[in-house]
């Protein structure tokens, strides 16, 4: 529970806002009137079903939020459709299952799948439509770390290998200091790190907390304050305060807000169909690099399509030479071993990704991206999980497998 006289008066506010229409209710928004539950409560897993599915898709409403606006000409996606709900089938463990068993068991509330850049199945659960916006969680760490790879595309990072410091100025004299962006985006910097979502005190929590407070700065005295655990680009560890810095880094780097670089870069010129909106730390402050984007689920769609594509645009390449292969696939560290992660990316872990170089952007409580470039597919999810991790029936890689299989 909040104690003090600021954070009280932060929760009257709060209440407040979940009383209250989110950003879009002006432009007709179809669940804006939805009751709401609390950051708190996603991150413990004690939403119920329905309230979880009304807070996932107004999480605009939970902190301050930043527009990523779209513009006049959306992409088409051409329809190609495929009775995919008879084509797909697998097995786990020797039990037979289908598409609709995947839609119901793992509590999908949206799935579209591209094949050659062409939706071939689409559909909307829990009451969604196309017009809904859901909460991207850790999609919004590889959507983070493609900004980098822009920023040194356009000339305002020199490379992965410059200094965390030298754009985060705040940090020198932390664990931080001797960290580069490279490590940063394999979340191999060496500062120590608990992620454990339902750990009240772990540091995942302690970042949220910042959040919570809405203070300018919260986020990186809580990151200044870490110790170090490793020599950096020797150890991986699953870090959301890495992507924290990894914002402070583009912040400082491009000169403007996220969510207007991933805007004027990504969403306006490959022709996003709807706006989204980013969490932000503070009112007017920096947007949360690790979380908190939420978009349609056809956006998504794009900008896996655009990952697909290499990262251009019409021809213009919007990412570094490579990067988009790179960013997907196992990184070798320092020390010569290699992680099972990429640039803020997962590579797939199942035989058939792992065959096809398959990877994905992952959120908590079943947000999918899957790009397989073997196959020119892309799969995106929205999904309504009753717990952060763990609570996922069906992997959705072993599904994403098998919709791959069928559309051979």
């Keep these: 529970m909040l104690t003090g006289g600021k954070n009280w008066a932060f929760l009257a506010g709060a209440l407040l806002c979940l009383a209250l ?13 939805e009751p709401i539950g609390t950051v708190e409560q996603i991150y413990d897993g004690h939403l119920t079903p329905d309230l979880a599915v009304s807070t996932f898709r107004n999480i605009d409403r939970l902190f301050p939020v930043r527009t990523i606006e779209t513009g006049d000409s959306p992409r088409a996606l051409p329809e190609a459709p495929q009775d995919l709900p008879g084509m797909v089938s697998f097995e786990i463990e020797g039990q037979a299952y289908d598409l609709y068993d995947f839609l119901a068991l793992d509590n999908v509330t949206g799935l579209i799948v591209l094949k050659d850049g062409a939706v071939v199945y689409e559909t909307y659960q829990r009451g969604n439509t196309p017009q809904t916006r859901w909460m991207s969680m850790s ?34 004299g932390s664990a931080y200091d001797g960290v580069s962006i490279l490590d940063i985006l394999r979340m191999a910097s060496g500062v120590e790190w608990n992620e454990t979502y339902t750990d009240p005190q772990s540091d995942r929590r302690d970042l949220l907390r910042a959040q919570i407070a809405q203070q300018p700065g919260a986020a990186m005295k809580v990151m200044a304050a870490l110790p170090r655990a490793a020599e950096p680009g020797t150890q991986h560890t699953y870090s959301t305060g890495e992507t924290q810095v990894l914002a402070e880094i583009l912040r400082g780097a491009v000169g403007k807000p996220l969510a207007d670089y991933l805007s004027e870069t990504i969403w306006q010129p490959y022709g996003m169909e709807a706006d989204a909106t980013w969490w932000l730390d503070s009112p007017d402050g920096v947007e949360i690099g690790g979380s908190g984007l939420s978009a349609t689920l056809r956006d998504f769609a794009r900008f896996g399509q655009f990952f697909l594509e290499g990262g251009v645009i019409d021809g213009t390449p919007v990412l570094p030479d490579g ?79 098998a919709v791959a299989k069928a559309l051979e």
């Design 21 to 33: 229409p989110g950003p879009v209710a002006a432009q007709g928004y179809p669940h804006a009137e």
């Design 139 to 172: 999609v919004a760490k590889s959507i983070t770390s493609t900004l980098v790879g822009a920023a040194i595309r356009d000339g305002h990072i020199g490379s992965v290998d410059d200094m965390v410091v030298d754009y985060v100025p705040g940090l020198k």
């Design 323 to 401: 990067w988009t292969e790179d960013a997907g696939k196992p990184q070798t560290l320092k020390d010569g071993s290699v992680i099972e992660y990429g640039l803020m990316w997962w590579p797939g872990w199942t035989e058939p990704s792992i065959a096809d170089k398959a990877f994905a952007a992952i959120g908590i409580q079943g947000q999918n991206i899957y790009i397989n470039p073997a196959k020119n597919i892309v799969i995106a999810t929205h999904m309504a999980q009753p717990k952060p991790v763990g609570k996922e029936p069906i992997d959705p890689l072993v599904f994403f497998d």
